[in-house]
């Protein structure tokens, strides 16, 4: 797998941790899954769905890794995760055996993999038959609008940089690719659905200082800019997002979801 620019607990929770959690709950309330279940947690970050997995469904066994060392120690920390395993390893080489867990979910990961399909392929190893591989991926391309808004004014101050959007990047961001890839590992059953959440900012400091952090591909965009392009970026963007009365934001956030049956 790839970490592309995820590293830091602290910032990631900033920027993206805090709507992490929140469609981690929505996401675990479309899956419906049973309770007393053998979770894993594929590409973990810093703990946002396995967090929501053990405060809600009451899991018989929850283990939970990512690549990451500084986002695996930030889950580890986590008091909700008291119970579980976290550790740090690969998605591509689990180091669990065949038919350990009866859900294998993957949050906001797939499409950071070097290869995706091997990837599902292990979360396919590690289930049970009859077990549930699902997973869900930010909407880069559409409905993400706190990322679209930052790359469609990037594109327009200096369009040579529109191949670092993650829209254009990751195809996985669709229903089509994400019920394909999980077709192709065998998986029946397989559906795609729209989990949609409203990111609401107190104001523009809000929404812009995470992007400082450089996390993920937005915040090392930013942190590569010359000073001169990063206030550009900044005053454009603080122009166009949509202000209420208070200087509070509210912007669509969406994520499709996708699970298989094995």
């Given at each position: 797998m790839t970490i592309d620019g995820w590293s830091d607990g602290k910032a990631y929770?900033?920027?993206?941790?805090?709507?992490?959690?929140?469609v981690a709950s929505q996401f675990l309330g479309w899956l419906a899954p049973s309770s007393r279940l053998r979770w894993l947690d594929v590409g973990?970050?810093?703990?946002?769905?396995?967090?929501?997995?053990?405060?809600?469904?009451d899991p018989l066994r929850l283990a939970a890794v990512d690549p990451s060392v500084g986002f695996a120690a930030t889950a580890r920390a986590d008091a909700t995760l008291a119970g579980a395993l976290v550790g740090v390893a690969d998605g591509q080489r689990l180091p669990f055996a065949a038919g350990s867990f009866d859900l294998t979910a993957a949050g906001l990961v797939v499409n950071f993999a070097a290869d995706p399909a091997a990837l599902l392929a292990e979360m396919v190893r590690v289930t049970v038959p009859g077990g549930t591989v699902a997973g869900y991926?930010?909407?880069?391309?559409?409905r993400m609008r706190m990322l679209r808004m930052f790359w469609e004014v990037a594109a327009q101050l200096r369009p040579d940089d529109s191949w670092a959007d993650e829209g254009r990047r990751f195809p996985l961001c669709r229903p089509e690719p994400l019920r394909e890839l999980w077709g192709a590992a065998g998986l029946t059953g397989v559906e795609a659905e729209p989990v949609d959440m409203t990111m609401e900012y107190r104001d523009f400091d809000?929404?812009?200082?995470?992007?400082?952090?450089?996390?993920?591909?937005a915040g090392e965009y930013v942190a590569s800019l010359p000073e001169r392009r990063r206030i550009a970026l900044r005053e454009v963007l603080r122009a166009r997002l949509p202000g209420g009365p208070d200087g509070s934001i509210r912007l669509s956030g969406r994520v499709w979801a996708v699970r298989g049956r094995r």
């Open positions: 929770d900033q920027y993206m941790g805090r709507w992490s959690r929140l973990c970050g810093t703990g946002a769905l396995a967090a929501a997995i053990a405060s809600t469904v991926v930010w909407d880069y391309a559409g809000d929404y812009w200082l995470p992007f400082l952090g450089g996390q993920g591909p």
